[in-house]
């Protein structure tokens, strides 16, 4: 099978959003982290994109813990199961690697929760492609996984403090939390919103190191 022959699917909106902020951060230093993978359609189109910017060999964590377990959808919906289990990961896995493989990207695919990965990951991820190389700065996260605005607020305050200067988030499934309140955080915290989507299911921002140092 052909990579273009794969596909990978998705199930949100405003996807443009993700591609142009990838495209933005051509030349940030940094990693590129996707919270929230389930059958690679988002992580799709960060691969094209980042493709398209000619940023050869970007490092790029997908993280998601699959498995069934509990899920937070949304503020009103806390503790639910969804279709997120493990055959779903072997089926994604499987059609993500095939649509990677001949491209110059270094993917790993991280079977965790968002919050594992922050206990065990705060001082950089490494990576291994013709040499080891620990990352410690995000050039650009997609914030995919829990919809509710505790966990969405702690993953945010996480991957800020590593944020790249110029580095870009992006939030999806607005409508399902208080948004406002990240928002609010980001702005207090060096960040300007870039965008939201046209269905308003997700927005971006952008940091700015110097804004952040005269708050």
Known sequence: MENNE???E??????EIL???VRMTSNVDGM???IGTRLGGSLKYIIDSIIENKSDHRNVISIDPYGNIEYDAGDNRMGIRLDYHNYMRYVGASN???YVANKPINLVLM???DTEFMKRFSDGVPFYNNFKKIETKYSL?????????NPVMEETKFFAERAS??????YDDLPAYNHKVIEDYLFSHGFNLIAYGGYKNKASYRFNKALNENK
Do not use: Q, R
């Open 96 to 98: 993500i690697f095939k």
């Open 141 to 149: 996260v997609f914030f995919d996984g829990p919809h509710s605005v």
């Open 6 to 8: 794969v596909n990978l």
């Open 111 to 113: 079977t965790l929760e």
């Open 32 to 34: 590129i982290c996707e």
């Open 19 to 21: 591609a142009d902020a």
């Open 10 to 15: 998705g199930d949100s909106l405003d996807y």
């Open 165 to 170: 200067d110029g580095a870009v988030f992006v």
